[in-house]
């Protein structure tokens, strides 16, 4: 063994099995082997063979689509578990059983249950295990353990050298893939595709969201060689109609087996109404022939959340944290905002990591937002706020940019902006702040602006 991990092999409370999970490599570290994982599951029991999986990939929407998904399944009576990341605000949201995070106790059982066997595989492989692969092996036996009815798993980053991909997934489902994580994943969309694909396995039924055309043919490959069933948004099944309402939007959905009318989805965009699209043809796939019902899907999608997703966490002035990191989430979250709000002005809070496109991001902001104010979160991995602000001038120009490094400084600086706007929407009152960047950046400013609420 070439690298030691000081985990201990148990832990009593929260904080310390965190601290014993982030004293492991980062989940920004790729070593491109499934080697580790496989010894790890293989020495818990393969758990994540216990169950049927879902697996999803894509650059973007995944943990929203994995929340409609678990909606849809939960009120069919079947008992579910999430794996999701990043976290928003808490380790423990990472691991979902019937909906709602393990908490403290839990995620604390689940970290004793394989602890000791994290050091076997530390001492027999050339590296030891990563966080990611860590808690990806207290998922899987949390769920078998449950046990639950079908597992959603979302991959961490790409496909097939994920750990998560050590599950064969029943259903594989690729959302839109774009450019993101280029040093780990390639520099071209294709080269992207063809990591991503890797989720696909013999015999799979396969969910693909709208694609480019170079995407999807790589993609469609990948399914003929492994003998898939493949359904295509935009073909198969896809959004009808969508109508923005007071408090989300409501949607018209063509799925596999039926079409489902007026439904109401409590989230913003049109990208939000295509995961919709996604999830329902996911859960159709799954659960085989018949329709479903239509009082369920009704149902289901009127109580989905997706925190830090276009989400209103304050109000007088309305403030609404986006998780997007990249320029394609970013796209989508500014095509939401002039779909869904009226804010005049609307004053983004920008803090971003040092290894994004931030300057894509930037680019793809710049058109709705009034002024930014540069930000950094609390992390080794963020960008400094004036660093930011040196690109942040070049597209928006000197007047439109300020820096002010503390988060909760940045909030307050942009809310008494926004309050010093004329209001245009009687529905959302004056202007608005837009708290993006980072999914950190998000988690940090929703714990502190819920604990000013409460």
């Not at 070439?2 to 092999?9: G, I, L, M, N, Y």
């Not at 999970?21 to 082997?33: A, F, I």
Request: charged share 20%; glycine share 8%.
């Amino acid at each position: 063994m070439t690298e030691t991990s000081p985990q201990p092999r148990s832990a009593e409370t929260f904080a310390e099995a965190e601290d014993a999970l982030l004293s492991r490599w980062p989940e920004t570290k790729l070593e491109p082997s499934l080697d580790r994982i496989r010894a790890f599951t293989e020495l818990l029991g393969d758990p994540q063979a216990s169950y049927p999986v879902i697996h999803l990939t894509g650059t973007n929407g995944k943990t929203s689509t994995s929340r409609m998904i678990d909606s849809l399944l939960r009120t069919m009576n079947l008992r579910t578990g999430r794996f999701t990341s990043p976290h928003v605000e808490k380790m423990s949201e990472r691991i979902s059983i019937d909906g709602e995070p393990l908490d403290d106790e839990a995620f604390v059982r689940a970290f004793n249950d394989v602890a000791g066997y994290t050091h076997l595989v530390d001492a027999d492989q050339p590296h030891p295990l990563s966080f990611f692969e860590a808690v990806v092996g207290m998922a899987f036996s949390a769920f078998a353990d449950a046990p639950v009815d079908v597992a959603i798993v979302e991959v961490g980053m790409g496909g097939s050298w994920d750990a998560t991909n050590v599950a064969d997934g029943r259903v594989a489902v690729v959302l839109p893939i774009a450019i993101d994580h280029a040093t780990y994943l390639g520099d071209s969309v294709t080269a992207i595709a063809q990591e991503k694909a890797g989720i696909i396995k013999e015999g799979a039924q396969v969910i693909i969201a709208e694609q480019t055309p170079e995407v999807a043919e790589v993609l469609l490959a990948r399914a003929v060689e492994v003998h898939a069933t493949v359904a295509r948004e935009g073909m198969e099944f896809g959004v009808i109609t969508r109508v923005p309402a007071v408090g989300g939007q409501t949607i018209s959905l063509q799925g596999l087996r039926a079409r489902y009318d007026d439904l109401f989805l409590p989230l913003y965009g049109a990208h939000q109404a295509q995961n919709a699209a996604v999830a329902l043809a996911t859960v159709e796939a799954f659960v085989g022939e018949d329709a479903l019902d239509d009082a369920i899907v009704r149902e289901a999608l009127a109580e989905v959340t997706s925190p830090g997703r276009l989400e209103v966490i304050r109000r007088s002035p309305t403030v609404v944290l986006d998780a997007a990191h990249n320029p394609h989430g970013a796209e989508a979250t500014a095509a939401a905002l002039e779909d869904s709000f009226a804010f005049s002005p609307l004053i983004g809070v920008i803090g971003v990591m040092a290894d994004k496109d931030y300057e894509g991001l930037l680019a793809a902001f710049e058109p709705h937002l009034s002024h930014i104010i540069c930000t950094q979160n609390s992390t080794e991995r963020a960008m400094s706020a004036e660093s930011l602000a040196e690109v942040a001038r070049e597209v928006f120009g000197e007047d439109r940019v300020t820096v002010t490094p503390r988060l909760a400084d940045a909030i307050d600086q942009a809310a008494t902006m926004a309050e010093a706007g004329e209001a245009i929407s009687d529905a959302f009152g004056a202007g608005g702040v837009l708290v993006t960047g980072s999914v950190v950046t998000v988690g940090e400013a929703r714990s502190m602006l819920k604990g000013r609420n409460a």
